[in-house]
């Protein structure tokens, strides 16, 4: 080894945290000879009108829970995303997550047959066709959607199995406004029926004020048409509530006087309707994508942490980071402006010393709302704090990764 | 025809502007029965994995000049996005638009071989593999990049023609002064050249001070890993400067003391290098995607245009729109915040009358640039303004699209 290799590691290994320097200890000095590109990709038609990822890419959703079947029909049926791997806030639509009760069948629906009807407690009844729906002014939104089911149990291992069933894009749509003020919605309208096209008519009962706030009705995800397993070519985004009222393959929004039971309702109906619209806010949320669960840090010296937060309350307004388990906690930077009801990328420096520690993330919206730690979330559920969290409802709870002396880093819930 | 729906054709024909009130032709009463889905995709290990779009979609790329061929090496070759079905500011991975001077092959590479050398007027020259490169902190931010031919012509009809030399996406990676910052650049060191992993070796030099700026090595591109014909494994991305800056399967940065002639050039050397950075830089510039060339308004009424803008010099401020062939301009609505180097969406809610008339859209950006009218762009080239215009350099002037009284719409220019 030369004195200026030498050198260069007993640099690195400092770990400086000096603006210009971050002693990386992985940058080297220059080889000769850099290695030849391996050959060539063929420009096909295919690859000219519609480009692919490359073959050595094999990031993947996975069947949440473990269960996968074709012919699942009658299952609830998740997929999760690779939350390990993403950068930036944008899910790509193919990494999506996606969730049904319905079994990894999907509608394959032609956009020129399909339409929208606008019913029940209104002035005029309407249907639009989807070029119809293409002329209103359009808004374009980037919003996540999570499955209230998303969180994180001591089997899990990876945070794509914890905290996979979240996803974020960029949406592009009417807003629901637009449609129910042409529609005219009659006094005694105070909820809406949202209806898919489903074998077992996947439905959801959202309060007519939020329908009149801020939902979205997508035809565009990511610059271009919705997936088929997003609800092509029709979908409702009801930014930041629960995912499973963003219904798919939407055909029919009714106004209705009460809350309607859908095949859809998991214990909603139990909650008092005046203050239902707060139970179905998911959030607020974080969690460290790297290092994760199943990751290695190679060895001691400087890494980045990174991770998403999110909330339904609205914008992030602060995401603190612990490096010895919750003891103390530092202020991460925050990536680009957060907006709101929509993933933010939040990151900070940090030295790793080799020794056994425990990474967690606290999410902090801009309503002052503060993720809880399990601690908490079992203290409300009055559950003793030593044994296994079981969450009734959502659970936003702070998910504490444990790296070792080697490390490996593990799910540290239990 | 019920008096209900009499009355309604008659308010959808006024195209009202009121509040509530769009007064959308295309509306109608609902029919008593909806249409049943088509039938069901299955969700096979591939779909579970890694989504697609429909069957029923089918915007493409297309070869930008008519030019394709999978044998095309040594050919310029350029592939336009499809603009004219664009939602939101997200320009999808699959339909970016491409451009390389080496015909449609692009480089296989393995991420596990390759490697990226800082080398030249640097106090050490470093290497570094891909692994390496994703443990320094990070940045996401959302950039255009433009091909410098990206113009429009007498002879193009769609704005896929016209502009789809441009695409914007979400990328993520290492800012390049991070990594010069580690290597330490030398006094005299004025330049870097990028240099890709081409056949023959595509490059592009650029300004130090810019290089020091915003430039980031780019390793994920919306939320994934950056495509093969976007630069797998690395790319280069100089925010708001020519699309051939942005230099593709990156391989080699070298600091240097004076301008290289690269395979790149095209006319860079003429300039005073003192101020060739700002001939570098893109726009201000916008283009109207609806409606627009070869699309067709069916009928009188309510109609959202709709479009991007962007600038090289930073954020867009404004945009306005004529809807008078540029005699009289209303404000656009710009959509979301506006981000530095960056498409944006605006829009304006608009009743055509039916009559002949010629749509302009015009960016002002945060500099105060504002984007050219075709009759300036000939009298700053000393050209007659009934000519077809001959621009040297990029052109960045307004597009004019004429719409027919039976709707049809074409390109106005001359």
Redesign the interface.
Known sequence: MSSRQSD?REFLKRGAAL????G?A??????AQ????????????D???????????D?????HGGR?S?D?FGLD?H?AAPLQ????????????Y?GTTR?????????????L???GLVD??????M??LR????????HFIECAGNRSRSSHTTVQETHGMTSCA???GVLLS?LL??AGVQDGGEWIVAEG?EEVKGASTIPVNKAMDDCILC??M????V???QG??LRLLVPGFEGIFNVK?L??IKVVDQYYMTYNDYGHLTQDPATAALGYQIGPKSVITFPSGSQRLPEPG???I?GLAWSGGGKVARVEISTDGGRSWQDADI???P?PMAHT?F?M?WTWDGNECELQSRCTDELGQVQPSRAQVAAFWNQPPDQPVRVKGQDNSIQPWRIDSDGNVHNAII
Do not use: C
């Open positions: 260069r603006a210009g320097g971050l990386l992985a940058a080297k000095p220059a080889s850099l290695p030849d590109p391996e050959g060539m990709i063929v420009g096909t038609d690859l000219v009108a519609y480009g692919k990822r490359s073959r050595f890419e990031s993947k959703r996975i069947p996968h074709p699942a049926f997929i791997e993403s950068v930036g806030v944008i899910t790509p639509s193919s990494l999506h996606v079994g990894s069948y999907v509608p394959d629906i032609d956009p020129a047959k399909h339409r009807m606008i019913h005029r009844e309407l249907v639009f066709t070029e119809e002329r209103f002014p359009s808004v374009t939104r980037l960029e949406w592009t637009t003020e042409e096209v035809y565009g990511n610059g271009e048409a997936r088929p397993q092509y070519p393959w055909r029919r400087f890494y980045e990174s990536r680009g402006e907006q990328r990151s420096n």
